[in-house]
């Protein structure tokens, strides 16, 4: 029944909307079952916190740890690493755009499972700062944001925050510094328009999870209800890669 009303909603390409092959088997989002099967999906049980896999349900030692989050809860389609990697940087560096749909729609279907997102009023891509956008041409949150949007019918707000001042790399700094080297970066530019709202906000990747928390920081600073997250890829926990 649930694939039927995920055919429902994903009606089954011809071809394979990773790998371009024609459909031989089900799949989910417009994705062939074997690329489903290669994509290191999270479907254990997770941190109540941050969303990152673990043994139990239960909150993770870094968020145990963790003085204050400003979003409610977090969660991640799936792992940082191969075949979600890959197509991340597909993606982002060789601006393959069209993967924005069926990676989008995975987060969507993600977030279909739910509750406490099913309420989220509005949807917020986690925004780059207009050097990089210039760079790189568009914003990857931004367009994994709107596909979400369209399958939720939930409105975006795509100039609502906006990264003012661009920060050093963030990879070589520890979690308290990235903190400290974020803070500025972000600005609400309606203030008003979230009063009372709850927000969700959508990022690609999820590392220390402090982007995303002063995002909500500045959310919350500028009225907002509560701020959930969801992103395509986490870090698994103790982990270093860079993103
Ligand atoms: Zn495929
Ligand atoms: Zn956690």
Same mark, same amino acid.
């Given at each position: 029944?649930?694939?039927?009303?995920?055919?429902?909603?994903?009606?089954?390409?011809?071809?394979?909307?990773?790998?371009?092959q024609?459909?031989?088997?089900?799949? %989910?989002?417009?994705? !062939?079952?074997?690329?489903?099967?290669? $994509?290191?999906?999270i479907?254990?049980s997770? !941190?109540? /916190? !941050?969303?990152?896999?673990l043994y139990?349900?239960?909150? !993770?030692?870094?968020?145990?740890?963790?003085?204050?989050?400003?979003?409610?809860?977090?969660?991640?389609?799936?792992? =940082?690493?191969?075949?979600?990697?890959? =197509?991340?940087?597909r993606?982002k560096?060789?601006? #393959?755009?069209?993967?924005?749909?069926?990676?989008?729609?995975?987060?969507?279907?993600?977030?279909?499972?739910?509750k406490?997102?099913?309420?989220?009023e /509005? %949807?917020?891509?986690?925004?780059i700062?207009?050097?990089?956008?210039?760079?790189?041409g568009?914003?990857?949150? =931004?367009?994994?944001?709107?596909v979400?949007?369209?399958i939720?019918?939930?409105? $975006?707000?795509? #100039?609502c925050?906006?990264?003012?001042?661009?920060?050093?790399?963030?990879?070589s700094l520890?979690?308290? #510094?990235r903190?400290?080297?974020?803070?500025?970066?972000?600005q609400v530019?309606?203030?008003g328009?979230l009063?009372?709202?709850?927000?969700?906000l959508?990022?690609?990747?999820?590392?220390?999870?402090?982007? %995303?928390?002063?995002c909500a920081?500045?959310?919350?600073?500028s009225?907002?209800?509560? /701020?959930?997250?969801? /992103? $395509?890829?986490?870090v698994?926990? #103790?982990?270093n $890669?860079?993103?």
């Open positions: 029944m649930y694939r039927g009303f995920l055919n429902f909603i994903f009606p089954e390409p011809l071809h394979c909307k990773l790998c371009q024609p459909m031989r088997s089900h799949g %989910v989002a417009g994705i !062939c079952g074997r690329c489903i099967e290669r $994509l290191p999906l479907n254990t997770a !941190c109540r /916190v !941050c969303g990152k896999p139990i349900q239960s909150t !993770c030692s870094e968020c145990d740890n963790e003085v204050l989050y400003f979003y409610e809860r977090a969660i991640a389609v799936g792992l =940082y690493e191969g075949a979600i990697r890959h =197509y991340i940087h993606l560096y060789y601006k #393959d755009i069209s993967l924005a749909e069926p990676l989008g729609s995975l987060m969507a279907i993600r977030l279909k499972e739910g406490d997102f099913y309420q989220s /509005v %949807v917020i891509p986690v925004p700062s207009p050097k990089k956008k210039e760079k790189r568009f914003n990857q949150s =931004y367009l994994l944001a709107r979400i949007s369209r939720l019918k939930k409105p $975006l707000l795509s #100039d925050l906006k990264r003012v001042k661009d920060t050093r790399a963030q990879s520890s979690r308290q #510094d903190l400290k080297n974020l803070r500025g970066a972000f530019t309606i203030p328009q009063r009372g709202k709850e927000v969700l959508v990022d690609d990747v999820y590392t220390t999870g402090s982007t %995303v928390n002063e920081r500045v959310l919350m600073g009225g907002a209800l509560k /701020v959930n997250v969801i /992103v $395509l890829a986490t698994a926990l #103790d982990s $890669l860079k993103r």
